[in-house]
């Protein structure tokens, strides 16, 4: 008995440890009447430790406006979006933060019916050795996702 609790304490304190063992994002590209929307999201609690690396001269907090001007400059490099073959210039828009999530987003103008998407996402890849970013390409009722890992490189047909 002695050691089933013991085995049982020892887990209790393990198991929460390794809870969140994973790291990922999610980036939505929405293409529509020749507009492009790339909202990018995250957890909160794996953007605020990755601010020191990423904004090591601010504060490692998501209320430092220094901090969040270098994360949005870090995600424009890292997220890079080409349709049909040009790339596609994004523009900061919003941010939007909540106890849990941290979302930007970026606008930009792409072809009326574009045929092809390509994406170079490595946000965050250097970071967390585990990085997984998602990203959901939405071009009128037709949603294609990539799973992006490492040097993060995919591209869809649409």
Sequence with gaps: M??????LAGLAVIVPAQAHRGHDSLAVVT???GRVTVS????????EPALAKIAPQAQTSLDDPAAMAALRSYIQRRFVLTVD???????YATTDLSHAEVRIDYTGRAPR???????????LTDVYRGQVNQVNVRHGNVVKSLTLRG????????
Excluded: M, Q
């Design 2 to 7: 002695r050691g089933t609790l013991a085995l």
């Design 151 to 158: 040097a993060g490189t995919g591209s869809i047909t649409l």
């Design 113 to 123: 019916k574009p045929k092809s998407v390509a994406i170079r996402s490595t946000v």
């Design 85 to 91: 073959g040009k790339p596609v210039p994004l523009t």
């Design 40 to 47: 990018h999201r995250f957890e909160a609690h794996d953007i």
């Design 31 to 33: 293409l529509a009447d």
